[in-house]
């Protein structure tokens, strides 16, 4: 019995109260032997179950509360309909696309051949290739080498190689 009076403080007996009242048969059966051994040894418990059972005669002289006015069963039933209707239209789902993919198959088509005119006309626009000096480039002369330094611009490899920087 001391551990369950150990277990069982002014401010446990408190909570008790406020939420069960005075009442002991209220009380929670695992607590209720703890909470009457502080209440036989403890004055300030004493003083404490006396002020809970002052508010329980108050609580209990007052009237029920009233009813709500109307046909309670009637605004159940409202209130469930007005739950079930929906709230409002819901957006039609796009259909879905086809598996192959081919959602619209001229679309690709017209990319495809877009990109080759655009590169065909660049590539007559920019004219014959010129070095700083004026000259003009034969590709066709020209090793597979030389077509990347024209394409990429000199490799540090290649700078390396010939004595040349990047600073120069």
Partial sequence: MTEKLQAM???????????????PARWPAAERAAALALLAIEPAAQARLEQARQLDRVLDALPPAPA?????AARIRAAAR????PAAP??????????NGNRAPW???????ASAVIGLWLG??????????????????????????LAFGPVADAQNATGGSFND
């Fill in 68 to 72: 709500p006015a109307g046909d309670l």
């Fill in 107 to 113: 679309r690709f088509t017209m990319a495809l051949a």
């Fill in 82 to 85: 007005h739950q079930d209707a």
């Fill in 9 to 23: 403080d002014l401010q446990r007996l408190e909570t008790l109260l406020d939420a069960y009242g005075a009442d």
């Fill in 90 to 99: 819901v957006a039609p789902i796009p259909a879905p696309i086809p598996a």
């Fill in 124 to 149: 007559f626009a920019a004219g014959p290739y010129t070095l700083d000096t004026g000259g003009t480039i034969d590709l066709a002369a020209l090793d597979q080498q030389d077509v990347a330094v």
